[in-house]
């Protein structure tokens, strides 16, 4: 008898997202289900590891699934899950469903729901990161009530193929973004756009009247056809595969001549 498939969640958005249950509840009949989050809402931490500190585990309730809350990052909680609670690699992560799109290069370098897929990844494990379009006011708000419905059977789609075939070639994490309010989607395989964000810088004085920041961002437009921020406008369920080599593909020739334009400067 086939053993068991055992699939690892996790997320960035904390043990208590509802995004988190949401993805749970639809790939609980693929197998065992093992939710490794962090305890707290870790956004924007991309790769990041506990590297100087202790990190504590302890049990979690969630929905009666097998849940461990992390006092770390999300790589943390992948390297965790795998080291010391699975104590083996799990046949799929699947990190989400994230309360807000990951799209472009931009969220991509910065994102712990995307982070963790690429954890995972890096240990040989099929990953998909997948996150749901949502209103400005309910990013990072890990208790809101959202619909999670379409997004989550994208999950289930999606991880039954990768469990049944494997991933594409070549590919090690497939970034997945789900539109809102968008009854029945087509599919559509995207680049990442190299960015989406107009960055604000907000400049406030504290009681002492010294300076300090806050960082925000309005989202840009995209006319980029092929591009993962123009497909989710757009009504698509984009697919972004995503390698972990992150090797600029670029023709021998720039690089030599890049090369000599170099020692010329050196020797002067």
């Known amino acids: 008898m086939a053993q068991e ?24 009949d693929l197998g065992r289900i093992v939710i490794v989050a962090p305890s707290v809402q870790k956004s924007g931490v991309g790769r990041s590891l506990s590297l100087f500190e202790p990190i504590r ?9 097998e849940a461990y809350a992390v006092a770390g990052t999300p790589t943390d909680a992948v390297l965790i899950a795998e080291y010391a609670i ?10 989400g469903i994230n309360v807000g799109e990951n799209l472009s290069t931009e969220s991509v370098m910065t994102s712990g729901t995307v982070g963790a897929a690429l954890t995972g990844a890096s240990q040989d494990v099929p990953a998909l990161a997948i996150s749901l379009q949502a209103h400005r006011a309910h990013v990072f708000e890990s208790r809101t009530e959202v ?3 379409l997004a989550a059977d994208v999950a289930r789609i999606i991880a039954s193929h990768i ?10 994490v497939l970034n997945v973004n789900v539109p809102m309010d968008v009854s029945d989607p087509r599919y559509k395989v995207t680049k990442l ?7 604000r810088l907000i400049e406030r004085l504290d009681p002492r009247g010294n300076a300090y920041f806050w ?12 591009s ?15 390698t972990l080599d992150s090797t600029a593909v670029v023709e021998e020739g720039t690089l030599q001549n890049w090369l000599k334009a170099l020692d010329a400067a050196r020797v002067r």
């Open 5 to 28: 498939k055992t699939i690892l969640i996790t997320n960035d958005d904390g043990i208590r997202s509802y995004g988190l249950v949401a993805v749970a509840n639809a790939l609980k």
């Open 57 to 65: 585990v302890s049990g979690a309730r969630v929905e009666g699934y």
């Open 86 to 95: 699975l104590k083996r690699k799990p046949d799929l992560l699947v990190s």
């Open 147 to 149: 619909d999670f419905g």
């Open 163 to 172: 469990l049944d075939c494997g991933m594409p070639e070549e590919v090690d």
């Open 193 to 199: 756009q190299r960015n989406v964000f107009d960055i």
């Open 215 to 226: 960082i925000g961002s309005d989202f840009k437009k995209s006319q980029q056809a092929d």
């Open 228 to 242: 993962d921020v123009y497909a989710l406008n757009n009504g698509f369920v984009s697919i972004t595969p995503l």
